[in-house]
């Protein structure tokens, strides 16, 4: 099992923007994909964007294409959220998640393991 440690999370005006962090320790090449998840109480967790080790190829969920980004450093077993345009409705528990993929890239199914998450709170 993978550690992951969040951090970045708070709360901010709609139109702003935030970047979160997550360290992966333990990071082994059985785990080639880290991605964010997010989750709001009474829903779903529901993807938000996955990176894949080696090439960096990304998935990012439509509703947050052309706001958010997703980065890595794969030295530092570390995956960043970049969160730009926030609106009151990203407002989530975000969290980041490990897994293994057999693609070249990094479809949410695959991630099965979660981090204790990290709250963001956007305001109007």
């Known amino acids: 099992q993978v550690q992951l440690v969040e951090s970045g999370g708070g709360s901010v005006q709609a139109g702003g923007s935030l970047r979160l962090s997550c360290s992966a320790s333990?990071?082994?090449?059985?785990?080639?994909?880290l991605g964010w998840f997010r989750q709001t109480p009474g829903k779903e967790r529901e993807g938000v964007a996955s990176i894949y080790r080696y090439d960096d190829s990304t998935v990012i969920t439509d509703s947050v294409k052309g706001r958010f980004a997703i980065s890595q450093d794969t030295a530092k077993n570390t995956v960043y959220l970049q969160m730009n345009s926030l609106k009151p409705e990203d407002t989530a528990m975000y969290y980041c998640a490990a897994g293994y993929s057999d693609y070249l890239s990094c479809p949410f199914f695959v991630f099965d393991d979660w981090g204790q998450g990290t709250q963001v709170t956007v305001s109007s």
């Open positions: 333990g990071y082994t090449s059985t785990r080639n994909c």
